[in-house]
């Protein structure tokens, strides 16, 4: 748990370039809204950190979600 709060601690302390470079790095091939602001990014990333360290939705979830 620990990690995952330095890995968003982190991510709030950089600039907004700073964050669209971790979004290359996390969303491989994903295009990030090119007027997402820093706010949004920030908390999208934390997001996957968190989908990364403790598993991400449940595939019903996720089918629920896209209907």
């Known amino acids: 748990m620990a990690k995952v709060e330095g890995q968003m601690a982190a991510l709030a302390a950089m600039t907004k370039p700073q964050l669209r ?32 360290a403790h598993g991400g939705m449940l595939p019903s979830t996720t ?5």
Do not use: H, S, T, Y
């Not at 969303?27 to 968190?50: E, K, S, T, Y």
């Not at 089918?63 to 209907?67: I, P, T, Y």
């Open 21 to 52: 470079a971790e979004w290359r790095r996390l969303f491989r091939g994903q295009i990030m809204p090119p007027d997402a602001g820093r706010d949004l990014i920030l908390r999208v990333l934390c997001n996957r950190v968190q989908e990364k």
């Open 63 to 67: 089918k629920d979600l896209r209907r």
